[in-house]
């Protein structure tokens, strides 16, 4: 197993964490459940760097993951041209 493929799951894995975060938020009775709490702990430290330089539409709509999954992209791909 290559260096630059345990990379790419690293940042697979992160970016499902990030969708079942966002999907999570649309659903409060959801926020109590360990599964979520462990998920928000790993997440909303690195979705908060985004909300901060991007604060939420009209106070309702948040677009800031659209950027966190844009850098973690590039962040990705950077990586892995380092090691390829």
Do not use: K
Not at 3 to 27: C, G, K, N
Not at 44 to 70: C, H, K, M, Q, T
């Amino acid at each position: 197993m290559s260096l630059a493929y345990i990379i790419h799951i690293l940042f697979v894995t992160y970016t499902v964490l990030l969708f079942v975060r966002i999907v999570s938020s649309w659903f409060p009775a959801w926020q109590d459940h360990h599964l979520v709490r462990f998920v928000s702990f790993y997440t909303d430290p690195y979705l908060n760097l985004f909300r901060r330089l991007l604060p939420p539409l009209g106070g309702v709509l948040d677009i800031s993951p659209i950027l966190a999954f844009l850098v973690l992209r590039l962040a990705e791909m950077i990586l892995l041209s380092l090691f390829a």
